[in-house]
Every structure is written in structure tokens, then in C-alpha cells.
């Protein structure tokens, strides 16, 4: 079933979305650009040679399911493939990062730390918070940032119920947030809403999976409905939300 609706939304997206020839905002043509164009393979060797070798690592760890409480094994080598951004939309964030420099990051949903390093190689000096419920998977992260030799991502342990409220309590305002963790319309949208209450005009939220489900994708219209949201920019696998002000509100599908 999702299956199919993603294949539909996907065969959607390649019809619809556009290329840089089409784009007359000045914003996303820049965006365009800087965040889907430039290559990266150098900056990110250490990264991807840290994929190969997380590919290789079958060791097991316990991972927490959020729904029932109870505990699995699963291989880190699974949790790279199966769980972690692809190399693709690493880029994407990595760029991203590089571009709009923002004041803060902050991710939902760690894993074992892989989008939160190409966020964290993107921008040494930024302070990364990144929020995880299962502590095993929390220590592999942590691990893996090491070796990159990351010291500016803060792995945060605790269900997310508990761990947004606190950090966003510290905060005054939020630069660039990941959402990546609870794909599920109820919890994707609780979680737009605390955030929303901390955004500004440069602030940014990232959206991981938008085509997932029919929740996902019906979480996704209402956050791009939202009046606070000025401009989004679909590129099938994330959604992407600017709040710049003065701006007549846009919805733009870009090829990626
Ligand atoms: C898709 S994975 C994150 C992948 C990671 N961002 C990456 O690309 O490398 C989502 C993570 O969110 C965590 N998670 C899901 N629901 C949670 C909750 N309610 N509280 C805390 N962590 C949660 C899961 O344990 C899982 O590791």
C-alpha cells in the first residue's frame, strides 16, 4: 500500500518538479545553486569511508521501539542502510548547512549519528543537538562522531516527549531543525507546532519523508498551509520550510 503511493507521489514528483532553467525567485534559483548543485566528494571522503565501514559491522545493538517499550537487535550494518540518510540527501543537508550557516541545529531521531555528521562536517563551529531515544544506538553515534573527529554534536538521550520541551526552554530562538524521527502525521505535526513556537525569519525546518505514508504526506500539506510558512521546497525525499517575512507565500518542486 505505501508502496504504491510512494511510486504515484514519485512518478508525481519527477513530472512536476522543476530544474534551475524554470526557477525566477532569486532565493531558490540560489538555492538551487548552492544546495542541490556543487560537488562535495572531497569535503566528505572521511564520512563515506565511515559508511563503507559501518556497512561491514554486524554487530548487533539494542534498539528501543517507541510504541511498545520493548527492545531489539539490530546489526549497525542494517541501521546504516535501512535507517540512515542516503549519501544523496547527506549532501543535501551538508550543503545546506554550508549555505545558510544557521545559528543552531537541532535533529529528532540521532540513529547512529549519520546525518547529524554531514550537518556537523558542514559547520565545525555550530552547535549541534541531536535527540535519540535508545541509548545503545545514542553510544554508537557518539562513536562514530568521534572518529570523525565531531566535537560540536550533542547527542541527547530521552524520549522526545521529554527532551523537546527541555531544550526548547533553553533556547530563544531556532536556526535549521531536522525532523527525523516518530514518521507518523500525529507526532510530525506535534512536533512543527513546539518547534514553530521558537522559529524566526531564519529559521529553517527540514522535513525527512514526506512521500512515506499518507500520514506523512498529509502532515506535510498542513505544515505547508501553515500562514507562518513563507516558502517550501519539495525535493520528494525531504520538505524543506523558510519563514522569511514580506514574501507572497510560494510552493516550489525542485528536481533533485
Ligand atoms: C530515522 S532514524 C534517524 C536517522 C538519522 N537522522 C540519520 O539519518 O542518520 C529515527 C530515530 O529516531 C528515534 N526515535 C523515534 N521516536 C522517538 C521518540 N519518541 N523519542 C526519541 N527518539 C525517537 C529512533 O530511535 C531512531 O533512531
Redesign the pocket.
Known amino acids: 500500500m505505501n508502496l504504491l503511493f510512494r511510486l504515484k507521489h514519485y512518478l508525481r514528483y519527477q513530472w512536476q518538479g522543476r530544474t534551475k532553467y524554470y526557477i525566477h525567485s532569486p532565493f531558490v534559483f540560489q538555492f538551487y545553486l548552492n544546495v542541490l548543485e556543487g560537488d562535495v566528494e572531497q569535503e566528505l571522503k572521511p564520512l563515506a569511508q565511515l559508511r563503507q565501514q559501518l556497512s561491514k559491522n554486524n554487530t548487533s545493538i539494542a534498539?528501543?521501539d517507541?510504541g511498545t517499550g520493548s527492545h531489539k537487535s539490530i546489526a549497525i550494518s542494517t541501521?546504516?542502510n535501512k535507517?540512515?540518510?542516503r549519501h544523496k540527501?547527506?549532501k543535501l543537508l551538508y550543503r545546506l548547512v554550508r549555505h545558510y550557516a544557521p545559528s543552531s541545529i537541532i535533529?529528532?531521531?540521532?540513529?547512529?549519528?549519520?546525518?547529524?555528521?554531514?550537518m556537523g562536517m558542514a559547520a565545525p563551529q555550530a552547535a549541534i543537538t541531536?535527540?535519540?531515544?535508545?541509548p545503545d544506538?545514542a553510544i554508537a553515534?557518539g562513536k562514530n562522531h568521534e572518529q570523525l573527529g565531531l566535537s560540536n554534536i550533542d547527542v541527547q538521550?530521552?524520549?522526545?516527549?521529554?527532551?523537546i520541551p527541555q531544550l526548547l526552554n533553553k533556547l530563544e530562538h531556532v536556526g535549521l531543525v531536522?525532523f527525523?524521527?516518530?514518521?507518523t502525521e500525529d507526532?510530525t505535526l506535534q512536533y512543527f507546532h513546539q518547534f514553530l513556537t521558537k522559529a524566526n525569519e531564519d529559521s529553517i525546518f527540514v522535513f525527512?519523508?514526506i512521500y512515506w505514508s499518507e500520514g506523512m504526506h498529509a502532515a506535510w500539506q498542513q505544515i505547508k498551509q501553515h500562514p507562518q510558512v513563507t516558502l517550501t521546497i519539495d525535493v520528494y525525499q525531504f520538505g524543506i520550510c523558510f519563514f522569511k517575512k514580506g514574501k507572497t507565500k510560494e510552493d516550489f518542486i525542485l528536481r533533485y
Open positions: 534498539v528501543k517507541f541501521l546504516l535507517v540512515a540518510v540527501y547527506g535533529e529528532l531521531g540521532t540513529s547512529i549519528g549519520i546525518s547529524s555528521a554531514y541531536s535527540l535519540e531515544g535508545s544506538i553515534a538521550v530521552g524520549n522526545f516527549n521529554q527532551t531536522f527525523d524521527g516518530n514518521h507526532a525527512d519523508d
